[in-house]
């Protein structure tokens, strides 16, 4: 990857009109298209069809936690370059990270045409502090985990003591960078020079700066303009070195250095010219020839033109149709087709999503009904379709900063690097927010590949593969004796459940297995094997499937107001009564497959032993009732003989597969001298059996009552883990008050998260309608919408409505 791209500024505005001008009117030998630079964008375009971008947006319910209370998220996956929703991956992972970037907290969760929700319940183990909660696929992996989404919560136990200023005495730490437009600074070429300031806790901040000669003169004073952002233009000549002094609030003055400055190369200057138009001066060391432009937004909406170097100077013009909205790339390359500068350019949403909403009225009673209107449109006024998450709650006096909404996060900070302050600023309109915008583009520049991956001769691979039917559990198979990982080896995956569920891969020459489950939801007691009867000195490995890269930005300081005691006592008594009082059916919510058929499909025969008389052996079990096998004993084991359904009078010479509770068990005997009153079932299947590579010569389910062996002893050598797999969708709880006896319950309700839908749908006449019901809790309750149209429109809405105490 390219190091941070901003931009380089060659003249003032109004000479860099006076130099276009010029410039327009002189002849160009360059061509508007050619070969080089259709060929910069066949390239480029081969390699986006491939490295696919996936972007995650969640919206969680809140930005401020107790421990043990549940925090609930939509989220939204969307084509990175149109955001529309992109039915690629089915699986997402969610973490709460500390700032030591350790996981407290992580949890897998489905996808459906690029939508899905879920919950987590913070562990009591959290200490107090501000955490990040990141959200990736494993196709996400491939690529930065700057591009992951983040963002930042708060979390208190009040069942320890805690400090409620950690970072009070925290020594202040600066960081000032700086950034020349387009990527460098040449001598003798006139740049404009980005530059940020922040602090240790990601927030900007105010100083002033100074360029300094090398006869310790200064050439330049500087100081940012909103949130530690700002720019200086300046001339690097010959033989001159400069240095950078920064003087903060407290009048502490420290040294910078500037960027390594070329003796030769390219800068390049981008100015709005008018309202539909962008101009582009590249400046270039003589003898540069021709260079090529190459604009994308997001990878799409790609535009080359070559134009020659005429005088030291090449001249664009850009329309603002040919780019999409939020953030381009505009790449300039040299007659060679290499990359030489690189600048953003951010242009606003022609057209956003309108989401109205309001309450029936301003003020409810305790327990009372609430009908809440929703409408969606666009900004010409045109009924818009969407999916919409909505999030009602309590805004009592301990709360966070809010999070980021879908529309300013889709548009600008999710195709930028690091922590962006207050991003709806920069959405919003204005002579002094333009300003402001493009000190960003300057000192924030990044992209989600690099150069030489789009022009390498074999194609990029990308190891994470995107799982598109089920989720990836990876493994690794090692031989007890050398220890080294073995190649070319049948594993089976399978855990104790109703229907069974088996899962074959074979090992690669690094030794490495992946299996693709599907219906593979909640915790489970994983098994991996390979086939006992011939493998005895192998030894497993499961890989943690979560991501290892860092965090994309830091977190801020943790603070928490002493004067709210009170009020987190009361947070903490009502979330323990919530908790206690749930119904049992909401805690215990387990998952039930839609399928109650076993991975083989539908038996050819089936025994339900209850409906025979039991005998107290599995031998007269299998040889009395069950048909379709004959058993045999040769060298003192037992073996199961199965007819070819297929082609009858024919037998199988080898055993068939046979399973207990979808667990692969390959000691005939062991399952013989199993007690057969734990056996609910026998099914078969009596015919050659393909599951991926593997054959089977029929295969034998035998399922106990609760699916869990019944106390059958595997054998040690099959490793048995426990494993979470994608979490089971469990139901917001929302009591009703709509019956007399309902409303004079005396179970308490002290939900602070008063409503949480996560997936309401507009009408094609942009119209929804919910409602719920106020708990025991007065005050202001404050509604979140955030939702996006299937064509990529992304908009948000915010109100708030009063609850007051019923009169009794």
Known sequence: ?????????????????????????????????????????????????????????????????LVGETMWFKAYNLNGG???????????????????????????????????????????SVVSGNYKVRCYTNWMKNFSSDYFFETSISVVNPFVKFDPDPDEKREVIYDIQFFPEGGHLVRNIESKVGFRGIANDGKGINFKGFLIGQNNDTIVRFEPKKFGIGNFTFKPLTGETY??????????????SLPEIQEQGYVMQVRDLSADQIGVVVTASPGSGSVSLLTHTRQENRYTETKAVVEGKAVFTIDKSKIGDGISHISIFNNAGNPVCERLYFKRPAKNLIIEGKAGKEEYATRDKVTMDL?????????????LSVSVYLTDSIRAEDHENIGSYLYLSSDLKGN?????????????????????????????????????????????????????????????????PVKDKETYLAAPDAPARLYFAKSNSAGEVRFEVKEFFGPKELTIQTDLRTDSTYRFEVANPFSK???????????????????????????????????????????????????????????????????PTMEEVMREYVRGVMVRRRQKEFHFVMMDKLFPQTFFNTDPLILLDGIPIFNTDKIMAFDPLKVKKIE??????????????????????????????????ILVIPYEGPQVKREFYAPKYDTPANMQSRIPDFRNLLHWAPDVTTDAQGKSQLSFYTSDQSGRYRVVIQGITKNGLAGSKTFTFNVARRNL
């Not at 900004?379 to 969407?386: K, Q, S």
């Not at 107001?561 to 387990?590: C, G, H, I």
């Open 1 to 65: 990857m390219m190091n941070t791209i901003t931009l380089k500024e060659t003249v003032n505005y109004k000479n860099f009109l006076l130099i276009l001008l010029g410039f327009l009117a002189l002849p160009f030998t360059g061509k508007t298209q050619d070969n080089a630079g259709a060929g910069i964008v066949q390239k480029f375009q081969q390699y986006s069809q491939r490295a696919v971008q996936e972007k995650l947006y969640l919206h969680l319910d809140r930005s401020f936690y």
């Open 82 to 124: 149109t955001h529309r929703f992109i039915d690629l991956s089915k699986i997402a992972y969610l973490e709460v990270m500390d700032k030591d970037l350790n996981a407290v907290a992580q949890t897998k969760f489905s996808l459906l045409d690029g939508k899905g929700n879920g919950s987590l319940v913070l562990p009591s």
């Open 243 to 256: 240095k950078i002094l920064i003087k903060d609030e407290k009048g502490v003055v420290g040294t910078y």
């Open 375 to 387: 409408s969606t449109s666009s900004d010409a006024g045109v009924a818009e379709l969407a999916n």
């Open 420 to 484: 962006i302050e207050s991003p709806e600023y920069y959405v919003q309109r204005g002579k002094e927010v333009d300003a402001d915008v493009d000190n960003l583009m300057l000192t924030h520049g990044w992209r989600r590949f690099k150069w030489d991956d789009v022009f390498k001769d074999s194609p990029k691979s990308f190891p994470n593969l995107p799982e598109f039917d089920g989720h990836f559990i990876f493994g690794k198979v090692f031989s007890t004796i050398t220890g080294a």
């Open 549 to 615: 890269q860092p965090l994309s930005s830091g977190l801020s300081s943790f603070k928490f107001d002493k004067n709210l005691e009170n009020q987190l006592l009361v947070r903490s008594v009502n979330m323990q009564t919530t908790n206690a009082f749930l119904p049992k059916w909401y805690r215990e919510n387990k998952y039930v497959s839609p399928d109650s058929l076993a991975f083989f499909g539908r038996p050819d025969e089936k025994y339900i032993l209850d409906d025979y008389t039991r005998f």
């Open 684 to 717: 078969l299947m009596s015919a050659r059996y393909y599951l991926g590579r593997a054959v089977f010569t029929g295969v034998v389910s035998l399922s106990t009552y609760r699916g869990d062996l019944a106390g059958f002893e595997l054998d040690p050598r």
